[in-house]
């Protein structure tokens, strides 16, 4: 049904998110996973990269083997969340669970849902700026997106990690020149993420 697949490794935007909480929580603690939906192949993907990464598993299905305890790290009762891709709904699951668990050591969404509204997602994530400044809660969040930088860069997410979409569709007309040539094409071809953090957020996403 399709000659080769050009985009994001999306199992390694689960690892790489789940490395900078592991920056941040070395010790692990507790986690609440927020995800698009249920039957989202995608975001299946990156909660299982999210879960081997914590656990040091290998070898799971998907969505990856639930936290309950594997290096430190546990899934908090009610979660992981799941926002069917409603923007205002993950916000208020946000609100929500970080109101139920005052002390969640790591709230990480699979994608930049709440963050899509942005004063709302700053609205709650300014009454956690403490725990977030001093490290006490990982927030980290996959997207890269101009209003999420800015995001990061006021100090309310610990991290974003972005795909190339850019790269997609450049990738893609060469792609297509190959294939009208009768050329053979990689694939799939995976076009690399940005992984931004406060220690490298003036240099992160390549122009």
């Known amino acids: 049904m399709r000659v080769a697949y050009v985009g994001t490794k999306n199992y390694d935007i689960g690892v ?4 900078i909480v592991q920056k941040v929580k070395p010790q692990g603690g507790s986690i609440c996973i ?7 192949a995608n975001h299946n993907e990156r909660m299982q990269g999210i879960r081997d990464t914590l656990s040091g598993a ?12 594997q290096n430190g790290w546990t899934e908090s009762d009610g979660c992981p969340l799941y926002t069917n891709d409603d923007f205002p709904l993950s916000v208020q ?10 002390e969640l050591d790591a709230f990480v969404p699979t994608g930049g849902f709440p963050q899509f ?4 997602y700053r609205r709650v994530a300014q009454k956690y700026k403490d725990r977030i400044d001093s490290g006490s809660l990982a927030l980290v969040v996959a997207d890269t997106l101009p209003v999420q930088m800015d995001i990061l860069k006021d100090g309310l997410s610990l991290g974003q990690v ?5 790269e997609m569709g450049y990738q893609a007309m060469f792609f297509l020149k190959d294939i009208k040539e009768g050329k053979t094409v990689a694939d799939p071809s995976y076009t690399g993420l940005d992984v931004c953090t406060p220690d490298n957020i003036d240099s992160c996403i390549g122009g």
């Open 16 to 19: 790489n998110l789940a490395k």
């Open 162 to 166: 972005g795909q190339r979409p850019f």
């Open 58 to 69: 290998s070898g799971t299905t998907l969505p990856g083997e639930r936290l309950t305890g």
């Open 93 to 102: 699951q946000m609100e929500d669970i970080l109101a139920k668990y005052p």
């Open 117 to 120: 509204i942005p004063q709302a």
């Open 34 to 40: 927020q995800s698009g939906g249920a039957a989202a």
